[in-house]
C-alpha cells in the first residue's frame, strides 16, 4: 500500500473521530464507543433515521425527470 493513501486514510480518520466525538454523547464513553460511531454514525436505520428513497421510493423530482425523458 501506497504512504500517501495510508497517511490519508489516517487523517480522515482521525477528523472524523474528532468530529464524532459529539455524536450521541459518546465524549465521556471511550475510545470503544468512538470508533463505533466512527464506522456508523446513523444510530439506526428506521424509516426516520434511514435513508427516505429505501421507504418511500424516487423523489418527485427524480419521478418527473425519469418521465420526462422516458417518452
Same mark, same amino acid.
Given at each position: 500500500?501506497? %504512504?500517501?493513501?495510508?497517511?490519508?486514510?489516517? @487523517? @480522515?480518520?482521525?477528523?472524523?473521530?474528532?468530529?464524532?466525538? /459529539?455524536? /450521541?454523547? &459518546?465524549? $465521556?464513553?471511550?475510545? &470503544?464507543?468512538?470508533?463505533? &460511531?466512527?464506522?456508523? %454514525?446513523?444510530?439506526? $436505520?428506521?424509516?426516520?433515521?434511514?435513508?427516505?428513497?429505501?421507504?418511500?421510493?424516487?423523489?418527485?423530482?427524480?419521478?418527473?425527470?425519469?418521465?420526462?425523458? $422516458?417518452?
Amino acid at each position: 500500500m501506497k %504512504p500517501q493513501k495510508r497517511a490519508m486514510r489516517r @487523517h @480522515h480518520a482521525k477528523r472524523l473521530k474528532a468530529k464524532r466525538n /459529539h455524536y /450521541h454523547n &459518546v465524549g $465521556s464513553g471511550g475510545l &470503544v464507543a468512538l470508533g463505533i &460511531v466512527y464506522r456508523t %454514525p446513523c444510530l439506526c $436505520s428506521c424509516w426516520m433515521c434511514g435513508n427516505q428513497r429505501q421507504y418511500y421510493g424516487m423523489r418527485i423530482q427524480e419521478r418527473r425527470d425519469r418521465a420526462m425523458y $422516458s417518452l
